[in-house]
């Protein structure tokens, strides 16, 4: 591993930003199917249309806007503040602590940050689930970027400029392709983090073991 390239590409790196939701914990919980059963009832509630209705137009915003919120901050002017307090109490009895990824994110040097489209009380729950908590410098969620979501350009610089991060010094781990290539461009090393690769441009390295390829920064 002495000559594992990926050490030098990550060298000059000092701010890590961790998505939260199947980056942090395997895709394999499924809690995301628990998050979009109560996206759709929220929905169904709040437009007053039925549950085929309702899953058509949380589909349409999250490809339309990046978030199923946002779309609805857009069309309807809904107030996001119940609808993630409502859409993220969810179980997290699926989720056990992870020693391994606790142990390499605790050995990055730096500053780490969790950022997610998520709201940050959801993601304080989630990572104490994980055996995550107190290794982050801060969490952040959509309610910190003005509950403009990922894949905004204009969110990262909001959450990066309010955190004091340079991205020309950042690397970004996330689940979903669209939201590195904002990243990308603005100078970040950027890691697909999910079971498949997705060969896109603006992503460097895809891992399906984010503990072991953390491992690989410093062995």
Do not use: C
């Not at 955190?163 to 990243?183: Q, S, T, V």
Request: hydrophobic letters at 40%; charged letters at 25%; glycine letters at 6%.
């Amino acid at each position: 591993m002495l000559n594992d390239p990926v050490r030098t590409e990550f060298s000059h790196v000092r701010a890590w930003v961790f998505d939260l939701d199947n980056t942090l914990y395997h895709p394999s919980a499924r809690l995301f199917d628990q998050i979009e059963v109560r996206m759709t009832a929220w929905v169904m509630q709040t437009l007053r249309v039925d549950r085929t209705e309702a899953d058509r137009l949380r589909r349409h915003y999250w490809a339309s806007y990046g978030t199923t919120l946002a779309g609805l901050m857009q069309e309807h002017g809904v107030d996001p503040a119940p609808y993630l307090t409502d859409v993220h109490e969810i179980s997290l009895e699926h989720l056990t602590p992870d020693p391994a990824l606790a142990a390499q994110i605790r050995a990055l040097p730096g500053r780490r940050i969790v950022y997610t489209n998520g709201s940050a009380p959801y993601a304080e729950r989630v990572l104490a689930a994980r055996g995550l908590s107190n290794l982050f410098d801060a969490v952040y969620g959509v309610e910190n970027a003005g509950f403009r979501p990922k894949p905004e350009r204009g969110a990262f610089e909001m959450i990066f400029a309010n955190d004091g991060i340079d991205p020309a010094r950042a690397a970004m781990f996330e689940d979903d392709p669209r939201n590195l290539a904002a990243p990308h461009e603005m100078g970040m090393r950027t890691v697909h983090v999910a079971p498949e690769p997705v060969p896109k441009p603006h992503i460097h390295y895809h891992t399906d073991d984010l503990a072991g390829f953390l491992a690989r920064l410093w062995r």
